[in-house]
């Protein structure tokens, strides 16, 4: 399965808004997004990848281990972030009131799925 139908599991399972695949660089490799999303997932994610880039570059000077994920609650949405490689990671919009829980276990179980599909 490609990055998208990937994508399209998570987000149909989890009830979420959208996903992405993206580089810290904040160039997207694929997307799915539902219709009646509400939120330009992508302009979102294109401007959290530079603080995420941050966070992992502080991450590396602190010797923490490797950034595995973020998560970003605000009023209107929650942005779950996964790492998938040095330089790719995964993220998954919900509504504010989604499964939080469930979203971010369907995106860790997901994880190496994606790392395949980079190779």
């Known amino acids: 399965m490609g990055f998208k ?30 219709e009646a999303a509400g ?3 992508q302009t979102l994610t294109i401007e959290y990848a530079s603080v995420l880039k941050e966070i ?27 790492g998938v490689s040095e ?3 995964a993220a998954l919009v919900l509504p504010a009131d989604g499964n939080f829980g469930k ?9 190496p799925a994606f790392r395949e599909s980079l190779q």
């Open 56 to 82: 992992k570059r502080t991450v590396g000077v602190l010797k923490t281990g490797e950034l595995e994920e973020v998560s970003i609650i605000t009023e209107k949405c929650c942005i779950i972030v996964r």
């Open 5 to 34: 139908g990937i994508l399209k599991e998570i987000v149909v399972e989890s009830g979420g808004l959208g996903g992405v695949i993206m580089g810290y660089d904040g160039i997207a490799i694929e997307e799915y997004l539902r």
């Open 39 to 41: 939120l330009d997932v």
């Open 87 to 89: 330089d790719f990671f």
């Open 103 to 111: 979203a971010r276990f369907l995106l860790k179980r997901s994880a």
